[in-house]
């Protein structure tokens, strides 16, 4: 009698288990780590909630200065995709092998805007009224780690109007914060993308947009990093962004396409 309840016993444990393994075996969900610029973060959010949609795929975001971003890859962090608001840190990163140089795109352009509060009563109608002396306060990115600030800086020193603004420049360390430090009257005036529009709520106002030869052209390149252990999820992300649907989402926060 005791030799048939064991019997029993383990076969009812042998379909525990084969029913229930054990969660350690269990595959662990597919994700992929996506570094992109802030300025971004509104329409890269939105493409990555249709992306785990359509492929059951997780999509993390690490979003912030390109040239941070730049160096954190270097540095070995895990990222499966990187997406900079500029062509210099993507070069650097392809100039050390660290990007799949098949999979990169240029995904979508931009325009560079001079803004002042929405409640600003001084008279900023132009890059060129930034000489004036109630313009004390000028916020852009660094130049130094901040692709908007690299446009800026090289928008102005074109504009012949670097050396006499230096002293006045607030840097950011990116440009969701030059937003914050005009829109809450902190500066009189900052130096954005246009896309940076769309998220401000009305809190800024756009008082210029640079002229389109006083800097280098603003293209965003998007490429998979070949350490990446999610190549085939990494490539169907940058599809999503250069897709139709991508492409109008990208557009819907100000940003002028991949052409």
Request: positive net charge; proline residues 4%.
């Amino acid at each position: 009698m005791n030799r048939k309840l064991c019997i029993s016993a383990l076969l009812v444990l042998g379909v525990l288990l084969a029913s229930e393994p054990f969660s350690g075996s269990r595959p662990k969900e597919s994700e992929i780590l996506v570094s992109a610029a802030i300025s971004l973060k509104n329409a890269f959010e939105e493409i990555g909630a249709l992306y785990e949609k359509r492929t059951g795929v997780k999509v993390r975001f690490n979003l912030g200065a390109s040239g941070l971003l730049q160096k954190q890859i270097e540095s070995g962090a895990p990222v499966d995709v990187f997406a900079s608001a500029a062509q210099k840190q993507m070069d650097e990163l392809f100039s050390r092998g660290l990007i799949l140089a098949d999979t990169r795109r240029i995904f979508t352009h931009n325009a560079l805007v001079l803004i002042i509060p929405a409640d600003s009563k001084l008279r900023i109608r132009s890059f060129a009224d930034l000489v004036r002396p109630e313009a004390a306060r000028i916020a852009i990115g660094n130049p130094k780690t901040v692709p908007a600030g690299q446009y800026a800086r090289e928008a102005l020193e074109n504009l012949k109007l670097w050396k006499q603004i230096q002293s006045r420049l607030i840097l950011a360390e990116n440009v969701r914060q030059v937003l914050d430090y005009v829109s809450r009257g902190e500066t009189e005036a900052g130096i954005v993308y246009a896309s940076d529009i769309s998220t401000a709520h009305g809190r800024v106002a756009v008082a210029a947009y640079a002229p389109k030869d006083s800097h280098s052209p603003i293209s965003y390149p998007i490429a998979v990093i070949k350490e990446t252990k999610e190549r085939k999820n990494a490539r169907r992300f940058i599809d999503l962004t250069l897709s139709a649907e991508g492409q109008a989402v990208l557009k819907k926060y100000g940003f002028m396409g991949s052409q």
